[in-house]
């Protein structure tokens, strides 16, 4: 049973457009949620969470958007640049809890 | 600041041998600490996680164990290699009462 989906396994944008990547989760417990980056052979890097208490957060170019009502949130990257060119992850996760659920990951290309 | 490492970075291992991961933490104390497997094409999977010394829970039952000798010391074991337990294997931690988590650089693990 897959609780967290990303259902784009791929996404090309061009540099300097929005890139926007998207994240469905099936279990209503989950009440905090992370999106990772990850480039080959290295470790996934944090980039931005939100509380189920919120619905947007933004840090610089990453805003989280979260839509409790639809079980879904989005990462939005603006303007997009080549280095952004990554495999992104999101993560849920039960307050309490230490067990986060990862998507299988979608892979950004920005193109220059 | 705090600092995660790992080694090896990459293993090859015969099937039936035993394996030993170890991951250390910096600038930190009392971390909860993770190991994670990626199979190629798939999210990040919990193996173990740990909140203290001692402490360990297992989510996925396998052939791998897991300990925690010191507060920021994290092995992860295997007696008996398996085809199956080839992978990327990343160890991560959070603070205590935070969710955000941050990765190691992780061990590419071939079982031949």
């Known amino acids: 049973d897959q609780q967290v989906k990303q259902n784009s396994p791929s996404l090309s944008v061009q540099e300097g457009r929005i890139s926007i990547l998207n994240c469905d989760y099936t279990?209503?417990?989950?009440?905090?949620f992370l999106w990772y980056k990850k480039y080959p052979a290295e470790g996934p890097t944090f980039l931005i969470s939100?509380?189920?208490?919120?619905d947007k957060n933004e840090d610089g170019r990453f805003t989280v958007f979260l839509n409790k009502s639809a079980k879904h949130l989005s990462l939005h990257i603006v303007p997009s640049q080549p280095g952004d060119s990554a495999v992104y992850f999101c993560?849920?996760?039960?307050?309490?809890?230490?067990?986060?659920?990862f998507g299988t990951g979608t892979r950004l290309k920005v193109l220059a | 600041s705090q600092t995660i490492h790992q080694w090896p970075a990459t293993l090859v291992q015969p099937v039936g041998s035993p394996l030993s991961l170890e991951c250390t933490v910096e600038?930190?104390?009392?971390?909860?600490l993770y190991w994670y497997r990626q199979a190629a094409g798939r999210g990040l999977q919990l193996l173990f996680y740990?909140?203290?010394?001692?402490?360990i829970s297992s989510e996925v039952p396998q052939n791998l164990s897991a300990s925690r000798p010191q507060d920021r010391q994290f092995i992860l074991s295997s007696k008996k290699l398996l085809l199956s337990d080839s992978g990327f294997y990343l160890c991560?931690?959070?603070?205590?009462?935070?969710?955000?988590?941050?990765f190691g650089p992780g061990t590419r693990l071939t079982v031949t």
């Open positions: 991560a931690w959070s603070p205590q009462g935070g969710y955000e988590q941050y």
């Open positions: 600038g930190t104390s009392n971390p909860n």
């Open positions: 279990n209503s417990m989950f009440d905090y």
């Open positions: 939100i509380s189920s208490i919120k």
């Open positions: 993560a849920a996760i039960t307050s309490g809890t230490y067990k986060y659920i």
């Open positions: 740990s909140v203290g010394i001692g402490q």
